[in-house]
């Protein structure tokens, strides 16, 4: 079983940077990719980035691209998701899943 925990949220400004952390354990799968989604309140969770372990495969949603950094430390089992030039419209809960295991979320909240 996989155990995922997010850490690093909080409430920012537009314009500041907040860096989220997912640390895995339990049993990982190497070959599949952990992604970080998020969820906004009355909306559907959405895509945000994901990565395989060894960081050679990245995507990003467009809405991120360019402000949202992801990144992977192999040996600490953990992600990380440098988030810069927040937006109002980054608000809500982000959660990282791999393998179809989630964690329970992290909260980001952006005011103007």
């Known amino acids: 079983q996989v155990q995922l925990r997010e850490s690093g949220g909080g409430s920012v400004q537009a314009g500041e940077s907040l860096r989220l952390s997912c640390a895995a354990s339990?049993?990982?799968?190497?070959?599949?990719?952990i992604s970080w989604f998020r969820e906004a309140p009355g909306k559907e969770r959405e895509f945000v980035a994901r990565?395989?372990?060894?960081?050679?495969?990245?995507a990003y949603a467009d809405s991120v691209k360019g402000r949202f950094t992801i990144s992977v430390d192999d040996a600490k089992n953990t992600v990380y998701l440098q988030m810069t030039s927040l937006k109002p419209e980054d608000t809500g809960v982000y959660y990282c899943?791999?393998?179809?295991?989630w964690g329970q979320g992290t909260q980001v909240t952006v005011s103007s």
């Open positions: 899943e791999h393998y179809s295991y």
């Open positions: 339990g049993r990982t799968f190497r070959s599949y990719e």
């Open positions: 990565i395989n372990w060894s960081g050679v495969r990245i």
